[in-house]
T-cell receptor, first 109, second 111 residues
Framework: SQTIHQWPATLVQPVGSPLSLECTVE??????LYWYRQAAGRGLQLLFY??????ISSEVPQNLSASRPQDRQFILSSKKLLLSDSGFYLC????????FGPGTRLTVL | RKEVEQDPGPFNVPEGATVAFNCTYS??????FFWYRQDCRKEPKLLMS???SGNEDGRFTAQLNRASQYISLLIRDSKLSDSATYLC????????????FGTGTRLQVTL
């Protein structure tokens, strides 16, 4: 069965600093991968999805970018964080249905 | 109007009670439906898929009404461990590839 790893688990960053969150997947090949954000008291918002290496689709205009340098690696980045980037970031992959990683809790101060 | 709407709750019920959650979706082309469970500060986990004929998994029963664009989840004999947020999820594509999540309904089961 697939396993999704995310790190770091928690992160506190100042406004204007860069960001890199990593997601890796084990137990499946060529998965569809997703980045979601869940802001406090709000639903999951799909940020990016990828159907293969180097293929990224953005769902909403924003301060973030994503990359997929390897089949089972998905990275979420920002050059300069905003306060509104705070939230719970979840990586997911599809194997019959969507499975989520443990998430990264980001606080921008 | 949100694509997937849920009553945020909280629903506070005693152990052993039966509780039902409802969800409505706006896109009549939606093809796949799911309930996810999310514990506090954790990732969502699939609870069950929802089929047109309705389906049951132990104490949990899910129903779909396509005509009314309405999904329900019934939990019988509630346990303390059922306390969580329940997310209603729909897909337009017939697969799990593009999911739209409701904001969730919070359930608190008490002694």
């Amino acid at each position: 069965s697939q396993t999704i790893h995310q790190w770091p688990a928690t992160l506190v960053q100042p406004v204007g600093s860069p960001l890199s969150l990593e997601c890796t997947v084990e137990g499946t090949s060529n998965p569809n991968l997703y980045w979601y954000r869940q802001a406090a008291g709000r639903g999951l918002q799909l940020l990016f999805y990828s159907v293969g290496i180097g293929q990224i689709s953005s769902e909403v205009p924003q301060n973030l970018s994503a990359s997929r340098p390897q089949d089972r690696q998905f990275i979420l980045s920002s050059k300069k964080l905003l306060l509104s980037d705070s939230g719970f970031y979840l990586c997911a992959c599809v194997v019959h249905t969507q499975y989520f990683g443990p998430g990264t809790r980001l606080t921008v101060l | 109007r949100k694509e997937v709407e849920q009553d945020p709750g909280p629903f506070n019920v005693p152990e052993g009670a039966t509780v039902a959650f409802n969800c409505t979706y706006s896109n009549s082309a939606s093809q796949s439906f799911f309930w996810y469970r999310q514990d506090c500060r954790k990732e969502p986990k699939l609870l069950m898929s929802v089929y047109s004929s309705g389906n049951e998994d132990g104490r949990f029963t899910a129903q779909l009404n396509r005509a009314s664009q309405y999904i329900s989840l019934l939990i019988r004999d509630s346990k303390l461990s059922d306390s969580a947020t329940y997310l209603c999820v729909v897909s337009h594509t017939g697969t799990a590839s593009k999911l739209t999540f409701g904001t969730g309904t919070r359930l608190q089961v008490t002694l």
